[in-house]
């Protein structure tokens, strides 16, 4: 029953989408008010009925009813709980029902938070969101529908991939739909305000916290499958330039230079153009992501659903959504002139220049992901395209926008010279100078050398310009507001990334060999033993387990558990590594096939300052979200009626 | 509407017929880089442990190499078609016996049914990686000059046999 219900409230939402788009966009035709604030209510209407469909599914897990296909195919009785949630959205239906969740989400936040907004707007981008929103429920109602029964009822479920029975990838789906989906919003307002005709301070002042808590998520739930990917896959590396990793990396590209470019609209009415471009590329992006993880069309790891029917109709989602919004860009695009010129060297200028290099990079991983794709259309070979590609084209473009990050901050706005900060530029070259050499004599690597410097430079500048900013003085400093701390977050993030991944890349060292126990592997000063090999039985898998000790010289460092585990019920493999994170040093081993008389296969790994990475990323989110707290991104409150002065 | 606005558009109708296409395609489907290239060069020994076999075997005549292994469930499901296959005069059936042991195999040949002219014992894949075999069964055509002309990977049904290799045998006589 619970079931239908679900199903109902999916079908009611979608014909609230259909009517919340057009009411409220023949409303702001008509400037009726009636009619526009009808979107209001849909909205909230609509998100309520896709809560209880989702609630719905999710107690369908809970109770693990496999009468329902879904539950049947994806979950287990003896599942642990939390993965009998992220079960939920551990598969294709679910996961697509949760991403419409959050699209009805978003969409209620207009109405709760725009009040201050311009009416016809307002309506215009409410319709929108629920055009795209009613495609979506289109979508799972005719192709992927969560709720359809099986009969006869099994005894008992498929199981949940093992790999995903993990807390990190429980939550990297819901982060990473965040993100997604959050830059729904900013492609709705920009298509709304170019129905309007108008892209202005407002819309952009409004629309920039919503970018930074989508940016911010996407940030964290990218993050997220790095981390995992790390720990879970036990091959020692972070990222793959998987296909679908560089999907989900495109959007955060696009999102970071529509992040800059509002924040220039929205202070200094310039760059509307390119706004508005980079909001409907963003979730453009968002959609081929979805497209090109459910559809099959590129190998990946990270298989999904492989379903050509399917893609055809989310292709048909893309196609429509952003090919309209395009068109409407082609028709008012010539409306977008900037009205105050600027010259290069000033903090417009840099910003543009910061969304030229982000879109070259951006450029660069889409040609690498899809130019297999696009080969074989041409003639027919299958070429891969893989890490060599990327490495060579991206970090180029990366080290230049370091470069520009560091200094650009500095800069006024609109008129300005590099002459003039002569002396913060100055100091700047002189750390760097010093952490350049000081890193290649101890570290013995140029490339690693230049590559700290780099991120030496990024922090030396972010902190000279907050220095500037603040006077040197506490006073200052306290006065700072809040998306200024946000700024100094975010860039000292990347900095600190920046370094991470350079000294995981440069000082790294890993080892193989096929050990008995009491044997051991070296990785300079550190030995890698393996002290027992054991096995069992643990919840619904079997495992074979490997301790291996890690000493430096004379002390023991720590003990690293690695296992091998064999889940009967999907008859699958999969390895979990002994890690031992810590803030310097991480120590990594995995265990692989073998036995006793022969001896197991081992594979260690010594990696430095690798957290480091993503607590970099997790920086660059939090502060994020810390700029929200910014009052100056508050749109003034609507004039309230003017109240009668008690008589004193 | 000015002409530079409909760049972005452009360039997105081109990127949506590059998916459409891209819809068509499977992308998991690999043809063999050996083909129209010579067999690769192998020194094995043969199943019964009496010769060593190389490629000189496949001159002159034209040959059906068949990737088998007793673990193989598939291999005996196809099996049948390639008993079928035994006594053509014009085609030698060559065998490779992939991460066995001789007993195993040769249990599961008197079981079956031995359709091979002769089998490549090849039990630590020295062959199978030079052929870029992914799993079994497979099974290659090769020509009278020793050229691998044709790959088909997973069972040799009847269809397979009638539509694709039987055609492609008699072409190569």
Known sequence: ?648 | MKLRGLIPLGLFILLLGALAFGLTRDPRILPSELIEKPFPAFALENLEGDALLNPSILNNQVSLVNVFGSWCVACTVEHPQLMALRDKPDLQLVGIDWRDTREAANRWLVRNGNPYDVIIFDPNSKLIVELGVTGAPETFIVDKAGKIRYKHVGIITADDWDETLRPLVESLQ
């Open chain 1, 1 to 648: 029953m619970t079931a239908e219900l679900g199903h109902i409230a999916l079908i009611l939402a979608f014909c609230v989408a259909l009517l919340q788009t057009a009411i409220p966009l023949l409303g702001a035709q008509r400037n009726d008010a009636r009619m526009m604030e009808f979107g209001d209510r849909a909205a909230i209407g609509q998100f309520l009925l896709i809560a209880f469909s989702f609630l719905a599914l999710t107690s369908v897990f809970l109770a693990s009813d496999f009468s329902v296909k879904l539950a049947a195919l994806h979950s287990h009785s003896e599942k642990p709980l939390l993965y009998k949630i992220s079960g939920v959205w551990g598969n294709h239906e679910g996961s697509i029902l949760l991403w419409v969740l959050m699209m009805a989400g978003y969409g209620a936040a207009v109405p709760l938070f725009g009040k201050a907004l311009p009416p016809g707007l307002k309506a215009r981008a409410i319709a929108i969101q629920a055009l795209i929103t009613a495609g979506f429920l289109a979508f799972i109602l005719f192709t992927s529908n969560p709720f359809e029964r099986l009969n006869p009822v099994p005894i008992d479920g498929n199981g949940l991939n093992p790999i995903l029975q993990d807390p990190g990838l429980a939550f990297h789906p819901p982060f990473l739909y965040l993100g997604y989906v959050g830059f729904s919003l900013p492609f709705s307002f920009a298509v709304a305000a170019l129905i309007e005709g108008r892209v202005d301070s407002v819309w952009a002042k409004w629309l920039r916290p919503w970018v930074l808590v989508a940016w911010s998520f996407l940030t964290i739930g990218i993050a997220l499958g790095s981390f995992w990917a790390y720990y879970e896959l036990g091959w020692g590396g972070w990222w793959m330039w998987d296909p679908v990793e560089n999907v989900s990396f495109m959007p955060w590209l696009a999102g970071t230079a529509l992040l800059h470019s509002i924040l220039v609209l929205g202070t200094r009415h310039s760059l509307a153009s390119w706004t508005v471009l980079l909001a409907i590329t963003t979730f453009a992006l968002s959609l081929i992501g979805t497209f090109v993880v459910r559809s099959g069309i590129l190998v990946s790891v990270h298989a999904f659903a492989v379903d050509p029917e399917r893609g055809v109709f989310l292709l048909l989602l893309l196609g429509l959504a952003t090919g309209g919004a395009l068109t409407l860009y082609a028709m008012r695009a010539h409306t977008l002139r900037d009205p105050v010129p600027f010259n290069a060297a000033s903090r417009d200028g840099a910003l543009v220049l910061n969304n030229l290099l982000l879109t070259a990079a951006l450029a660069t991983v889409f040609l690498g992901t899809f130019y297999p794709l696009l080969i074989d259309a041409v003639n027919g070979s299958k070429i891969s395209v893989g890490a060599p590609y990327f490495e060579l084209t991206f970090t180029p473009i990366m080290c230049l926008l370091i470069l520009f990050m560091g200094i650009g901050p500095m800069l006024k706005w609109r008129v300005d010279t590099l002459k003039r900060l002569r002396v913060p530029i100055v100091l700047c070259l002189k750390i760097v100078a010093v952490v350049i050499i000081a890193t290649a004599i101890i570290g013995k690597s140029v490339l690693g050398a230049l590559a700290l410097g780099l991120a030496a430079w990024l922090a030396v500048g972010t902190i000279l310009t907050i220095g500037r900013k603040a006077r040197w003085n506490r006073a200052g400093l306290r006065a700072q507001p809040a998306s200024t701390w946000g700024f100094v977050g975010a860039h000292m993030g990347v900095a600190i990334f920046t370094a991470a991944v350079t000294i995981m890349s440069v000082w790294s060292a890993t080892d193989i060999g096929t050990l008995k126990v009491g044997d051991s592997l070296t990785l300079g000063k550190y030995t890698y033993t393996l002290e027992d090999v054991g096995g069992g039985q643990r919840d619904n898998y079997t495992f074979l387990a490997g301790e291996i000790s890690v000493t430096k010289g004379e002390t023991q460092l720590s003990t690293l558990l690695t296992e091998r585990r064999f889940y009967p019920v999907r008859n699958q493999v999969t390895t979990e590594a002994g890690l031992d994170l810590s803030f310097g040093q991480t120590l990594f081993a995995s265990i692989g096939e073998g036995d006793p008389e022969g001896g197991f296969v081992v594979q260690v790994y010594r990696h430095s300052f690798v957290v480091w990475i993503w607590l970099g990323a997790l920086l660059m989110a939090l502060s994020g979200f810390a700029a929200l707290a910014d009052r100056r991104l508050r749109l003034p409150k609507p004039e309230t009626a003017p109240t009668l002065a008690a008589a004193e």
